[in-house]
């Protein structure tokens, strides 16, 4: 299973960006998993930011109003479109992947955001 992840990269505050991921070698079909987006700020822990499974999305408050997954099936990718991005964003964003509940066992390697003041 590879999950790649691109569009990272510095904006300043106020700007947008879109993280996509992309999927393959997944042992069931796309639409059957949980995709998910987390992310790693310089001396914190990893933390939720977003989820898509079948029709339904969930957001950390954090990122709710402002952040928007969703995913396209016919290319096994998902993307996190950010808006009105805050320094506090600044992190390694990681994509995730999970068919049942108890953890996701399929991770990418992440890509930085940064948002500068």
């Known amino acids: 299973v590879q999950l790649v992840e691109s569009g990272g990269g510095l904006v300043q505050a106020g700007g947008s960006l879109r993280l996509s991921c992309a999927a393959s070698g997944l042992p069931s079909p796309f639409s059957y998993f949980t995709m998910a987006w987390f992310r790693q700020a310089a001396g914190k822990g990893r933390e939720f930011v977003a989820r898509?499974?079948?029709?339904?999305?969930y957001y950390a408050d954090s990122t709710k109003g402002r952040f928007t997954i969703s995913r396209d099936t016919a290319t096994n990718t998902v993307y996190l479109q950010m808006n009105s991005l805050k320094p506090e964003d600044t992190a390694v964003y990681y994509c995730?992947?999970?068919?049942?509940?108890?953890?996701?066992?399929?991770w990418g390697q992440g890509t930085q955001v940064t948002v500068s003041s």
């Open positions: 898509i499974s079948g029709g339904s999305e």
């Open positions: 995730a992947a999970q068919m049942t509940s108890g953890g996701y066992p399929y």
